[in-house]
Nanobody, 125 residues
């Protein structure tokens, strides 16, 4: 069974950087396409970034393009989200999720299962 565990969240000021990590176990990591999603208080969960098994396909939410970078290390079974120039509107719980059924899961959250427990990112103004 695939297990997903995020880490790296925290409280930062606007303009700062954070790097989220996601550790995967229970299945060969290179067989999973991966995504990052986030959920702010009172809002629905939304897509942030996705990466295919081989890293050839990468996609970002428009509002994070040029600021966030998704990457993966298939040798270490790790997924990352480097977040730069953070804004207060980036404040949310960030979730890592795996899609074991497709080579690329894209933006559709229903493609992804399992999910991690989430890590809080808070950006103060």
């Amino acid at each position: 069974q695939v297990q997903v565990v995020e880490s790296g969240g925290g409280l930062v000021q606007a303009g700062a950087s954070l790097k989220l990590s996601c550790a995967i176990s229970g299945r060969t990591f290179s067989s999973l396409c991966m995504g990052w999603f986030r959920q702010a208080p009172g809002q629905e969960r939304e897509f942030v970034a996705a990466i295919s098994r081989s890293s050839r396909s990468i996609e970002y939410k428009d509002s994070v393009k040029g600021r966030f970078i998704i990457s993966r290390d298939n040798n270490k079974n790790m997924l990352y989200l480097q977040m730069n120039s953070l804004k207060p509107e980036d404040t949310a719980v960030y979730y890592c999720a795996a899609d074991p059924n497709r080579s690329y899961g894209g933006t559709d959250a229903t493609h992804y299962d399992p999910w991690g427990q989430g890590t809080q990112v808070t950006v103060s103004s």
